[in-house]
């Protein structure tokens, strides 16, 4: 899944993202783009569980289309 997160800044934030989605489910792969704010998620849970992680991390990250 890809998501938009127009408040990822800097390498903190996308570190913050990783910790958060890496919580929830390990194996997950996590692939971040900050200057185009884009979070790339390839996991198993369904993304409604990974968005809430990533919410509870302090983002508001919205589906891509």
Known sequence: ?????PDMT????????TRAVGGLDPA????IEVS???VKVA????PAQL???IE???FHPSMRH
Do not use: R
């Open 51 to 53: 968005i809430e992680a």
């Open 43 to 46: 996991s198993a849970l369904p």
């Open 10 to 17: 800097c390498g903190g934030c996308a570190n913050a993202i």
């Open 28 to 31: 997950a792969k996590v692939d």
């Open 1 to 5: 899944m890809e998501l938009d997160v």
């Open 36 to 38: 185009t704010k884009i």
């Open 56 to 58: 509870a991390a302090g």
